[in-house]
């Protein structure tokens, strides 16, 4: 994470943030799922309270939840009944492990200067074919919500060079109009690639 106030705002709120009302992102997880091999194993970097991955695993994949903040993978324990890893973007150095890699509004606190990097890292943690989900909260310049929490805010077109410099096979980019934990409208971004 960018900041100590970003990292700091989810260990200090992470049982009200793990346990407020959030709907899963079924349409996105279930076109996710049927792109990756039955029982597949899933990387999900920054898993928050767990919700998406207890859906994955109740699904029969194989699920691998990590978070960046440690106050949220306690909290993601505690419904998972599982370990969860603490650990960031920046730190994954696994190759080809995963059929695919979930980070449903996570990667949009990695620096923009690091997010490069980070792609790559989700790229070489990939087996061949492997698919890749994220969402990221649309702008034009990086900066830092209400809460200090840092965002890269990426444009479309922004984001989807990055992936297209990367080596991806596949790129896809879909937009929709939504909200957040600030309760500020939000223009999403949800990125699909495949290795």
Request: with cysteine.
């Amino acid at each position: 994470m960018q900041s100590d106030n970003t990292a700091s705002f989810y260990d200090d709120n992470a049982p009200v943030y793990a346990g407020r009302r959030r709907r899963l992102p079924l349409e996105r997880l279930n076109e996710f799922l049927a792109a990756l091999p039955p029982h597949g194993a899933i990387l999900e970097l920054g898993c928050g309270g767990g919700h998406d991955s207890a859906y994955m695993r109740s699904k029969g994949y194989e699920v691998t939840p990590t978070d960046g903040s440690a106050g949220m993978a306690k909290e993601a324990e505690k419904l998972l009944g599982t370990a969860v890893r603490v650990m960031l973007a920046e730190e994954l150095e696994a190759e080809d492990a995963y059929d695919g890699i979930w980070a449903e509004a996570s990667l949009l606190h990695v620096p923009r200067a690091t997010l490069p990097d980070v792609l790559q890292r989700i790229h070489r943690a990939l087996k061949s074919g492997g698919v890749f989900h994220a969402s990221f909260k649309e702008g034009s310049a990086e900066g830092h919500d209400a809460f200090g929490r840092y965002y890269n805010y990426p444009s479309p077109t922004w984001l989807t060079g990055l992936l297209h410099k990367g080596g991806w096979s596949t790129v896809s980019m879909a937009q929709a109009a939504g909200g957040g934990y600030d309760d500020q409208p939000t223009s999403w971004l949800y990125l699909k690639a495949q290795k």
